[in-house]
């Protein structure tokens, strides 16, 4: 079975540019999830959605951030206008509501903003 | 802030010994969960505790919850090279809050 899938995998990027990553969640998860991963701040939870609504957007950090989903099968998640602090791994999760406790993530997109 | 605090930060043993972390909180969780993170990928669940003082094991590892429901521990024996990763506990859902881990390097 495919798992969570993130694309692309590695971006590199002018600060100013607007940037889109990608997620396809587990076929059949009715939750998802953007998680934002660095040394300083680990791993912190961005928004997630349920149904394709979004639920808790509160780990947005700024208005240059925005998540959509349009249907169950994909999100994006776009920082426009991208800066250096963005720089960072950026995590898909899913789950399904039967089973709420085991997340399955994709690889993530290393974001670097230069 | 986090609500989960992880101990140690680092950690860097030879191959064969013993070894536990820890993940701490002042809040109570209905559930907590240990992932691992490989470099240059996501993190894996490896297991989730559900009940105060429950005890589970995965071959080499061996998870506590804490009777309290706010800590809990990982404890591996025998360690291999191939347990070098970063340990990573997490609680709640939804709103999933995740400590800030334990890098472990296991040399051979």
């Known amino acids: 079975d495919a798992g969570v899938i993130q694309s692309p995998r590695h971006e590199v990027t002018e600060m100013g540019q607007e940037v889109t990553l990608r997620c396809k969640p587990i076929s059949g998860h009715d939750y998802l999830f953007w998680y934002r991963q660095t040394m300083m701040r680990g791993l912190e939870l961005l928004i997630y959605f349920n149904n394709n609504v979004p639920i808790d957007d509160s780990g947005m950090p700024e208005d240059r951030f925005s998540a959509k989903m349009p249907n169950a099968s994909f999100s994006t998640l776009k920082i426009q206008p991208s800066e250096p602090r963005d720089s960072a791994v950026y995590f898909c999760?899913?789950?399904?509501?039967?089973?709420?406790?085991?997340?399955?993530f994709g690889p993530g997109t290393r974001l670097t903003v230069l | 802030t986090q609500l989960l605090e992880q101990s140690p930060q680092f950690l860097s043993i030879q191959e064969g010994e013993n070894l536990t972390v820890y993940c701490n909180s002042s809040s109570v969780f209905s559930s907590l969960q240990w992932y691992r993170q490989e470099p240059g990928e996501g993190p894996v669940l490896l297991v989730t505790v559900v009940t105060g003082g429950e005890v589970k094991k995965l071959k080499r590892l061996t998870f506590q919850f804490g009777d309290a429901r706010k800590d809990s521990s990982l404890h591996i024996t025998a360690a291999q090279p191939g347990d070098t990763g970063l340990y990573l506990c997490a609680g709640g859902w939804g709103d999933m809050r995740f400590g800030a881990g334990t890098r472990l390097t296991v040399k051979p």
């Open positions: 999760a899913s789950i399904t509501s039967g089973r709420v406790n085991e997340q399955f």
